[in-house]
């Protein structure tokens, strides 16, 4: 089988199927994502935008093909060791940005350092810096999530994905609960940090204002062979 080292993300003919259904939701027969590069990817409702990053990230298997992250095979990884291989090296952030609640924004973005490489003052060091990026006062860092306004929920739920260092961001509509102003601001931010970091990241929106940040758009109805349902 093909090895794509020099590529942050490989997918060679991916088939994807949820259990109990026949036909597959997925049938991209190669793809691949150079390393800093940032793809926007959108689709319509039921494409498979979600399901896609699901597989990137480890969470969903693909059924059948092969998909390599930063040159990892992950079929070649159990279960376990691909947990660990997403807590070290993928950032995650979602539209429903799971923080927990009644934790403070250091704790939340603590418990996602956990599996890193880096030690706790490394980690300490790492949130202050991301904090000052991302606009965030010090002093918030104290403070329960729930106590946060939205767009300051969305800008840690980034520092969280941030924080160990991640080679890929993968995020699934991370701006949709912000208005207009604050997504303009939360991408300029979010872009410089990754180019600073020199990540890669694949970033699912429906949201097409913001598809210029982005070295490459892309619709996945170009890529996926298979058709999807509409549901529009
Ligand atoms: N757990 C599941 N079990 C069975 N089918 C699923 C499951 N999750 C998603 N699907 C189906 O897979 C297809 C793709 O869903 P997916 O969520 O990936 O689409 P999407 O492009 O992200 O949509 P949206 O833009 O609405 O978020 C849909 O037909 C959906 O119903």
Not at 58 to 75: C, F, H, M, N, R
Request: a negative charge; charged letters at 20%.
């Amino acid at each position: 089988m093909q090895r794509h080292d020099s590529a942050a993300v490989a997918v060679d003919r991916l088939v994807v199927r949820y259990p109990n259904t026949q036909r597959p939701v997925l049938d991209i027969p190669h793809w691949q994502v150079e390393h800093g590069q940032h793809v926007f990817l959108y689709g319509p409702s039921g494409s498979g935008k979600s399901t896609l990053l699901s597989v990137l990230a480890g969470i969903l298997p693909a059924s059948e093909g092969e998909v390599t992250v930063l040159g990892q095979p992950l079929g070649e990884l159990s279960s376990r060791q691909c947990d660990r291989f997403r807590a070290r090296h993928i950032g995650m952030v979602f539209q429903q940005h799971n923080l927990i609640p009644y934790l403070s924004v250091r704790d939340n973005v603590l418990l996602a350092a956990q599996f890193a490489d880096q030690s706790r003052t490394e980690t300490l060091s790492m949130l202050t810096h991301l904090c000052e990026r991302m606009q965030l006062p010090a002093e918030l860092q104290e403070r329960p999530a729930m106590t946060l306004s939205v767009g300051q929920r969305q800008r840690v739920a980034i520092i969280r994905a941030l924080i160990n260092r991640p080679s890929l961001l993968i995020a699934d509509e991370p701006t949709s609960a912000l208005d207009e102003e604050n997504r303009e601001r939360f991408m300029g931010l979010l872009m410089e940090t990754l180019q600073q970091q020199g990540a890669s990241m694949v970033f699912v929106s429906h949201d097409h204002q913001l598809a210029g940040h982005f070295s490459q758009q892309l619709d996945l109805r170009t890529l996926n062979q298979v058709e999807y349902d509409h549901v529009d």
